[in-house]
């Protein structure tokens, strides 16, 4: 694809980025296919008031092929791999659309903090917990690993 | 899904037990180790890598050549009654998007010959098509280059006249095959979300977005019979004619015919053909 929708992506988050992405910005200006990204964990979860950094990799094919997203410190969640902090997400994968964006499909990584899929796991640990609904247990453990890893 | 490329530290079976070879520990592991990422990703490559062999749109050929093809009578013979109708084919390359790319083309060469029809086209997509996107919530950001796809190939074809859907330069263009491709794809699903009450009932309790994203929206997913009732309605301007072929032992093709819900402004550029064979379309001509 030509790097116009990439570089309309960059000028719209310079201007506006939706509700919960703080940050979207390439690594290096001459290059539109490596950039970063900083989430807020959303409210009402074990994930809210800190700030999540992610990599992102476009691929040639974009949009019609998904970009890559990974978290860039550990964190326990089910559907986030902890040590590569590959991201377990079926609209980056199977159910990928060319009507995302860089900034929509963060809005989608945020929810999945929020309400994991403990059925589909990366994190099969983190996935026993949530399955668990020990609401307290999840919440020191997450709570946990952001103190030592973010 | 059994490929090579799984098995990144594959070692050799260590043991046998009565000539019968004893996998290796490890390997069970790696095969619990792929996840779903990856047998998704491994298959759209294979099927990238075969379908990439062919041409996106072949040259126009008879239809008894396909006839050829085939040894069973049940498919041979309801070929052969097609092809006694002075029927010719253009075979699609196989990659998920034939149905898509046969519609695409089917259009274009219903119009080709017309500059006032491709220009009303044109206006149709700034216009009407656009609106029905707005509607269902898409962004401008993420359809404008496909829509400009679209636009580009209605351009030249008004510039070039006919020919240029016979040239190299539209037969070989992926980009912008492929964009305007993705552009119906949109307007498709946009047709859909801004009428679900006619498609609810039957996704199957799956919702409209879920079925619109994997279905539809997603490239290289094939269209089913839903998805080309929907692109109908949403073109607003042509009727689809289906001519099924499988191993039943009718004698003659089963053809379908969509027409869409409503003709935009009575725009009504006729019919294109398509002939279906289980998992694939062609694109139909007349002589």
């Given at each position: 694809?030509?790097?116009?929708?990439?570089?309309?992506?960059?000028?719209?988050?310079?201007?506006?980025l939706?509700?919960?992405?703080?940050?979207?910005?390439?690594?290096?200006?001459?290059?539109?296919?490596?950039?970063?990204?900083?989430?807020?964990?959303?409210?009402?979860?074990?994930f809210?008031?800190?700030?999540?950094?992610?990599?992102?990799?476009?691929?040639?094919?974009?949009?019609?092929?998904?970009?890559?997203?990974?978290?860039?410190?550990?964190?326990?969640h089910?559907?986030?791999?902890?040590?590569?902090?590959?991201?377990?997400?079926?609209?980056?994968?199977?159910?990928?659309s060319?009507?995302?964006?860089?900034?929509?499909?963060?809005?989608?990584?945020?929810?999945?903090?929020?309400?994991?899929?403990?059925?589909?796991?990366?994190?099969?640990?983190?996935?026993?917990?949530?399955?668990?609904?020990?609401?307290?247990?999840i919440?020191?453990?997450?709570?946990?690993?952001?103190?030592?890893?973010? | 899904?059994?490929?090579?490329?799984?098995?990144?530290?594959?070692?050799?079976?260590?043991?046998?037990?009565?000539?019968?070879?004893t996998?290796?520990?490890?390997?069970?592991?790696?095969?619990?180790?792929?996840?779903?990422?990856?047998?998704?990703?491994?298959?759209?490559?294979?099927?990238?890598?075969?379908?990439?062999?062919?041409?996106?749109?072949?040259?126009?050929?008879?239809?008894?050549?396909?006839?050829?093809?085939?040894?069973?009578?049940?498919?041979?013979?309801?070929?052969?009654?097609?092809?006694?109708?002075?029927?010719?084919?253009?075979?699609?390359?196989?990659?998920?998007?034939?149905?898509?790319?046969?519609?695409?083309?089917?259009?274009l060469?219903?119009?080709?010959?017309?500059?006032?029809?491709?220009?009303?086209?044109?206006s149709?997509?700034?216009?009407?098509?656009?609106?029905?996107?707005?509607?269902?919530?898409?962004?401008?950001?993420?359809?404008?280059?496909?829509?400009?796809?679209?636009?580009?190939?209605?351009?030249?074809?008004?510039?070039?006249?006919?020919?240029?859907?016979?040239?190299?330069?539209?037969?070989?263009?992926?980009?912008?095959q492929?964009?305007?491709?993705?552009?119906?794809?949109?307007?498709?699903?946009?047709?859909?979300?801004?009428?679900?009450?006619?498609?609810?009932?039957?996704?199957?309790?799956?919702?409209?977005?879920?079925?619109?994203?994997?279905?539809?929206?997603?490239?290289?997913?094939?269209?089913?019979?839903?998805?080309l009732?929907?692109?109908?309605?949403?073109l607003?301007?042509?009727?689809?004619?289906?001519s099924?072929?499988?191993?039943?032992?009718?004698?003659?093709?089963?053809?379908?015919?969509?027409?869409?819900?409503?003709?935009?402004?009575?725009?009504?550029?006729?019919?294109?053909?398509?002939?279906?064979?289980?998992?694939?379309?062609?694109?139909?001509?007349?002589?």
């Amino acid at each position: 694809m030509s790097p116009g929708r990439l570089l309309r992506e960059l000028g719209q988050a310079q201007n506006e980025l939706p509700e919960g992405v703080i940050a979207l910005e390439v690594v290096d200006d001459a290059d539109l296919y490596h950039w970063t990204a900083q989430i807020e964990g959303p409210p009402s979860s074990p994930f809210e008031n800190t700030i999540f950094d992610l990599t992102i990799t476009v691929p040639d094919q974009y949009p019609i092929k998904p970009p890559t997203f990974n978290f860039k410190n550990r964190i326990s969640h089910p559907n986030i791999d902890f040590k590569t902090g590959d991201i377990c997400l079926d609209v980056l994968s199977d159910k990928w659309s060319p009507a995302w964006t860089l900034a929509s499909a963060l809005v989608a990584i945020r929810q999945l903090l929020g309400s994991p899929e403990p059925d589909s796991p990366l994190n099969v640990d983190s996935a026993n917990l949530w399955r668990s609904g020990d609401t307290s247990a999840i919440n020191a453990l997450t709570r946990y690993y952001i103190e030592k890893y973010n | 899904m059994h490929s090579p490329a799984n098995y990144h530290d594959y070692t050799e079976p260590t043991g046998t037990t009565d000539g019968v070879m004893t996998p290796p520990q490890d390997d069970s592991e790696d095969l619990q180790q792929i996840d779903d990422m990856t047998v998704y990703k491994l298959t759209r490559e294979l099927q990238d890598n075969e379908a990439n062999k062919r041409s996106l749109i072949g040259s126009k050929l008879p239809l008894s050549v396909l006839a050829n093809e085939y040894v069973d009578p049940s498919f041979k013979n309801k070929i052969e009654s097609m092809a006694s109708n002075g029927l010719y084919y253009r075979p699609i390359r196989g990659d998920g998007n034939c149905a898509w790319r046969a519609v695409l083309y089917g259009l274009l060469d219903l119009i080709g010959s017309n500059k006032e029809q491709c220009q009303l086209m044109k206006s149709l997509l700034q216009n009407y098509h656009t609106m029905i996107l707005d509607e269902a919530g898409f962004e401008k950001i993420a359809y404008e280059d496909f829509i400009d796809s679209f636009y580009e190939i209605l351009d030249s074809l008004i510039a070039q006249g006919p020919q240029y859907i016979e040239s190299n330069s539209f037969l070989e263009n992926t980009e912008l095959q492929n964009g305007s491709i993705v552009c119906l794809r949109f307007i498709t699903s946009a047709y859909i979300k801004t009428h679900s009450d006619s498609y609810e009932p039957f996704l199957e309790g799956e919702s409209i977005d879920s079925y619109c994203a994997r279905n539809i929206e997603a490239f290289s997913v094939e269209a089913d019979h839903l998805s080309l009732a929907a692109l109908v309605s949403a073109l607003a301007v042509v009727s689809l004619h289906i001519s099924y072929i499988d191993g039943s032992n009718t004698e003659s093709e089963t053809i379908h015919i969509l027409n869409p819900d409503y003709y935009v402004d009575q725009t009504d550029f006729g019919s294109i053909k398509l002939l279906y064979r289980p998992g694939h379309y062609d694109l139909l001509l007349d002589p």
